[in-house]
């Protein structure tokens, strides 16, 4: 006979984490996400529960299924997924497990979830997001969306991260991850002074060749009819 595993009846529910592509709906009426894995075939809301992706009526999570929602429970490994060339456009969810779940080694897997927590990476080209732009791709009548600056967004159809909050509803937090810093020390007097000069020389070296030029246009040969 199969032993039971043992029952939690915690306090407060667990604090997971995990990885997924915001989505807004076609019409722009409401937010969710979008997950990465078995998740991308349901997209779900800040407050959600799970239904078997396989069309299965029973109820999630199985277990003699992998159907229900799915978080790990270090911040820091959701955070390693997101190094993966195919989730860098992903952003980072904290969520609260509800409902019956399973408890694995490195994770739950879980009836119902709320969302927290949204943490938006850096636009691709290292300054910090201010929006949430179209990405060009969706599923089931929601628009994939993705970070960018003010300076990279272009044309595209965008919403700011408090707007996406409002429309995701159920007091979702959404937040931005600091873009990338330069490092090293701030140049001084003397490296200013060498740019400068650097600079100067160039425009000597340009104006020098545009003076040859116009040297070799004027010295040339009239044609006939301009005598």
């Known amino acids: 006979m199969r032993p039971r595993l043992p029952e939690e009846r915690p306090e407060e529910p667990p604090t997971g984490h995990k990885i997924a592509h915001p989505v807004i709906d076609a019409d722009g009426g409401r937010a969710g996400f979008l997950g990465v894995s078995l998740g991308a075939a349901a997209p779900y809301r800040v407050l959600d529960e799970a239904r078997c992706v396989y069309g299965r009526r029973h109820r999630a999570p199985h277990r003699r299924c992998d159907c229900g929602f799915h978080c790990v429970h270090e911040r820091a490994v959701a955070e390693g997924l997101l190094v993966s060339e195919q989730y860098r456009r992903a952003v980072l969810l904290q969520v609260s497990v509800l409902g ?9 897997r879980y009836q119902r979830q709320r969302v927290r927590t949204m943490t938006v990476a850096p636009c691709p080209c290292g300054a910090a997001a201010g929006v949430l732009a179209d990405a060009g791709w969706g599923r089931d009548g929601r628009r994939v969306l993705e970070a960018a600056c003010a300076g990279c967004v272009g044309g595209r159809a965008r919403w700011t991260l408090d707007a996406f909050a409002r429309l995701a509803g159920e007091g979702l937090r959404v937040v931005a991850a600091p873009g ?14 060498a740019e400068a000069a650097l600079l100067q020389a160039r425009l000597d070296w340009f104006q020098g060749q545009l003076a040859r030029l116009g040297e070799a246009m004027g010295g040339a040969d009239p044609e006939p009819g301009e005598r």
Request: proline share 9%.
């Open 180 to 193: 990338a810093r330069l490092t090293g020390a701030a140049p001084g007097v003397p490296e200013l002074v």
């Open 100 to 108: 019956s779940y399973i408890r694995f080694e490195h994770g739950f």
